[in-house]
């Protein structure tokens, strides 16, 4: 019941500081801040992948909502949270996951985070902002927001990781 809370107070967090900080910011068009998908990062490696891919769905459709953006977050939440097994899986310790600890800094190191997320970020970005453009138009530009957008995202995803974890 404890882990269950866990877990949802950091859905009601990262959707906060979401809509209510880094929507709001403005940074003249070369990139976005997308905090909200640390709560997927941080779901644990048992979790059943439906449950993984729903609430991926509801996270994106809440702050679509909030945003009046119909839909986009929500499909490239989803579209991440269908890759996280294999990402899981090619970055997995030799001696796999355990089970009862979280995903994180703490519990499998820095560099393997890093990696983690960096992949995640940029697959979920990438989806969404070309979502978003729906034109390869200016295709630079869109590649320019795409890279700051995804190194500042993950810069901000651990600072606030290193912010909520415990040893």
């Known amino acids: 019941m404890k882990r269950i ?7 009601i967090i990262s959707f906060l500081f979401q809509v209510l900080i880094f929507d709001k910011a403005y940074f003249y068009g070369y990139f976005n801040v997308y905090v909200y998908i640390l709560f997927i990062l941080l ?5 059943n992948k439906n449950i993984v891919l729903l609430l991926g ?3 994106g459709i809440t702050v679509d909502v909030f945003n009046s953006t119909l839909g986009i977050h929500a ?5 991440m949270t269908y890759f996280r097994p ?8 030799h001696d796999g996951y355990e089970l009862n600890k979280n995903l994180g800094i703490i519990n499998y190191g820095f560099k393997w985070f890093f990696k983690y997320a ?18 390869f138009y200016n295709f630079g530009h869109t590649f320019i927001k795409i890279v700051f ?6 810069l901000f995803i651990i600072m606030g990781h ?6």
């Open 57 to 59: 769905f509801l996270l």
């Open 5 to 11: 809370l866990k877990y949802i107070l950091l859905f």
């Open 86 to 93: 294999s990402i899981l899986r090619g970055f997995s310790p």
């Open 118 to 135: 960096i992949s995640l970020i940029l697959l979920h970005h990438t989806f969404l902002i070309i979502l978003d453009t729906w034109s």
């Open 75 to 79: 499909a490239a939440t989803v579209f």
């Open 43 to 47: 779901l644990p490696v048992d979790l």
């Open 162 to 167: 290193l912010l909520i974890m415990k040893k």
């Open 149 to 154: 957008s995804v190194f500042a995202s993950l």
